[in-house]
Protein backbone atom coordinates (compact mmCIF):
# COMPACT_ATOMS: atom_id res chain seq x y z
CA UNK A 1 0.00 0.00 0.00
CA UNK A 2 2.87 1.94 0.69
CA UNK A 3 4.20 1.94 -2.86
CA UNK A 4 0.55 2.96 -4.14
CA UNK A 5 1.15 5.84 -2.63
CA UNK A 6 4.74 6.56 -3.25
CA UNK A 7 3.77 6.08 -6.78
CA UNK A 8 0.54 9.00 -6.53
CA UNK A 9 2.84 11.20 -5.14
CA UNK A 10 5.67 10.69 -8.18
CA UNK A 11 2.99 11.37 -10.28
CA UNK A 12 1.25 14.10 -8.89
CA UNK A 13 4.60 15.84 -8.80
CA UNK A 14 5.45 14.83 -12.42
CA UNK A 15 2.10 16.27 -13.38
CA UNK A 16 2.12 18.44 -16.63
CA UNK A 17 -0.56 19.62 -18.99
CA UNK A 18 0.22 16.56 -21.53
CA UNK A 19 0.42 13.57 -19.09
CA UNK A 20 0.50 10.24 -21.21
CA UNK A 21 -0.18 7.20 -20.56
CA UNK A 22 2.97 5.20 -20.87
CA UNK A 23 4.15 7.37 -18.13
CA UNK A 24 1.36 5.77 -15.90
CA UNK A 25 2.44 2.63 -17.46
CA UNK A 26 6.38 2.97 -16.30
CA UNK A 27 5.11 4.00 -12.66
CA UNK A 28 2.88 1.15 -12.60
CA UNK A 29 5.61 -1.71 -13.13
CA UNK A 30 6.60 -0.80 -9.63
CA UNK A 31 3.53 -1.66 -8.02
CA UNK A 32 2.95 -5.09 -6.29
CA UNK A 33 -0.40 -5.93 -7.56
CA UNK A 34 -2.31 -5.94 -9.97
CA UNK A 35 -5.16 -4.31 -7.80
CA UNK A 36 -2.48 -1.94 -6.81
CA UNK A 37 -2.09 -1.37 -10.65
CA UNK A 38 -6.00 -0.92 -11.88
CA UNK A 39 -6.57 1.44 -8.85
CA UNK A 40 -3.60 3.80 -9.74
CA UNK A 41 -4.85 3.81 -13.42
CA UNK A 42 -8.63 3.76 -12.24
CA UNK A 43 -7.95 6.92 -9.34
CA UNK A 44 -5.76 8.73 -12.52
CA UNK A 45 -8.83 8.90 -14.80
CA UNK A 46 -11.08 9.35 -12.32
CA UNK A 47 -9.07 12.38 -11.38
CA UNK A 48 -8.55 14.15 -14.42
CA UNK A 49 -12.28 12.96 -15.94
CA UNK A 50 -13.11 17.00 -15.92
CA UNK A 51 -9.53 18.51 -16.86
CA UNK A 52 -8.06 15.92 -19.78
CA UNK A 53 -10.98 13.56 -20.84
CA UNK A 54 -8.49 11.81 -23.52
CA UNK A 55 -6.21 11.18 -20.73
CA UNK A 56 -8.69 9.84 -18.48
CA UNK A 57 -10.39 7.35 -21.03
CA UNK A 58 -6.85 6.15 -21.76
CA UNK A 59 -6.90 5.27 -18.11
CA UNK A 60 -10.44 4.05 -18.41
CA UNK A 61 -9.86 1.47 -21.22
CA UNK A 62 -6.56 0.31 -19.40
CA UNK A 63 -8.28 -0.80 -16.15
CA UNK A 64 -11.31 -2.22 -18.22
CA UNK A 65 -8.24 -4.51 -20.23
CA UNK A 66 -6.64 -5.42 -17.51
CA UNK A 67 -9.69 -5.90 -15.28
CA UNK A 68 -10.80 -8.11 -18.17
CA UNK A 69 -7.27 -9.72 -18.37
CA UNK A 70 -7.28 -10.75 -14.73
CA UNK A 71 -10.79 -11.85 -14.42
CA UNK A 72 -11.76 -8.77 -11.61
CA UNK A 73 -15.11 -7.62 -12.21
CA UNK A 74 -15.78 -5.03 -9.82
CA UNK A 75 -12.86 -2.89 -11.40
CA UNK A 76 -14.72 -3.78 -15.28
CA UNK A 77 -17.92 -2.20 -13.36
CA UNK A 78 -15.48 0.61 -12.13
CA UNK A 79 -14.52 1.51 -15.76
CA UNK A 80 -17.95 1.23 -17.16
CA UNK A 81 -18.74 3.80 -14.54
CA UNK A 82 -16.03 6.05 -15.47
CA UNK A 83 -16.47 5.53 -19.17
CA UNK A 84 -19.77 6.03 -18.71
CA UNK A 85 -19.16 9.97 -16.86
CA UNK A 86 -16.58 10.55 -19.61
CA UNK A 87 -19.63 10.08 -22.28
CA UNK A 88 -22.20 11.67 -20.10
CA UNK A 89 -19.62 14.32 -19.93
CA UNK A 90 -19.27 14.53 -24.29
CA UNK A 91 -23.19 14.49 -23.83
CA UNK A 92 -23.07 11.23 -25.79
CA UNK A 93 -26.05 10.13 -23.21
CA UNK A 94 -27.24 6.37 -24.99
CA UNK A 95 -23.34 5.23 -24.67
CA UNK A 96 -23.02 6.30 -21.28
CA UNK A 97 -26.34 4.78 -20.58
CA UNK A 98 -25.14 1.44 -21.84
CA UNK A 99 -21.61 1.38 -19.59
CA UNK A 100 -23.70 2.30 -16.70
CA UNK A 101 -25.94 -0.25 -17.07
CA UNK A 102 -23.31 -2.96 -17.85
CA UNK A 103 -21.81 -1.45 -14.32
CA UNK A 104 -24.78 -2.13 -12.87
CA UNK A 105 -25.31 -5.57 -13.86
CA UNK A 106 -21.90 -6.45 -12.53
CA UNK A 107 -22.65 -4.91 -9.45
CA UNK A 108 -25.83 -7.10 -9.02
CA UNK A 109 -24.05 -9.40 -9.51
CA UNK A 110 -21.54 -9.24 -7.38
CA UNK A 111 -23.93 -8.00 -5.04
CA UNK A 112 -21.89 -5.00 -4.24
CA UNK A 113 -24.53 -2.56 -2.26
CA UNK A 114 -22.49 0.77 -2.98
CA UNK A 115 -21.98 0.29 -6.42
CA UNK A 116 -25.36 -0.37 -7.20
CA UNK A 117 -26.51 2.62 -4.98
CA UNK A 118 -23.63 4.74 -7.45
CA UNK A 119 -25.35 3.09 -10.99
CA UNK A 120 -28.75 3.69 -10.07
CA UNK A 121 -27.76 7.84 -9.34
CA UNK A 122 -25.67 7.64 -12.48
CA UNK A 123 -28.67 5.72 -14.42
CA UNK A 124 -31.17 8.25 -12.69
CA UNK A 125 -29.26 11.47 -13.91
CA UNK A 126 -29.02 10.16 -17.09
CA UNK A 127 -33.08 9.32 -17.25
CA UNK A 128 -33.35 13.21 -16.30
CA UNK A 129 -31.30 14.14 -19.31
CA UNK A 130 -33.12 11.71 -21.66
CA UNK A 131 -36.73 13.13 -19.86
CA UNK A 132 -37.67 9.68 -19.10
CA UNK A 133 -38.54 10.67 -15.44
CA UNK A 134 -40.45 7.68 -14.56
CA UNK A 135 -37.18 5.83 -14.84
CA UNK A 136 -34.92 8.51 -13.20
CA UNK A 137 -37.66 8.53 -9.84
CA UNK A 138 -36.82 4.98 -9.82
CA UNK A 139 -33.45 4.35 -10.05
CA UNK A 140 -33.41 7.43 -7.77
CA UNK A 141 -35.39 6.02 -4.77
CA UNK A 142 -33.24 2.56 -5.59
CA UNK A 143 -29.92 4.31 -4.86
CA UNK A 144 -31.98 5.96 -1.64
CA UNK A 145 -32.82 2.64 -0.58
CA UNK A 146 -29.81 1.11 -0.96
CA UNK A 147 -27.88 3.99 0.92
CA UNK A 148 -30.48 4.29 3.88
CA UNK A 149 -29.70 0.45 4.24
CA UNK A 150 -25.70 1.17 4.31
Known sequence: MKRFFIALLILNLLRVNSQSIDSLLAVSLKLKTDSERINLFYNEGFDNRAVDPQYSFDCAKEVERRAQKISLP?????????LGILYYRKSDLLTALSYHKKALNIYTILNHKRGIAVSQTNLGNLYVDLKRYTLAEDAYLKALEINNEL
Not at 74 to 82: E, I, Q
Open 74 to 82: KFTAKANVL
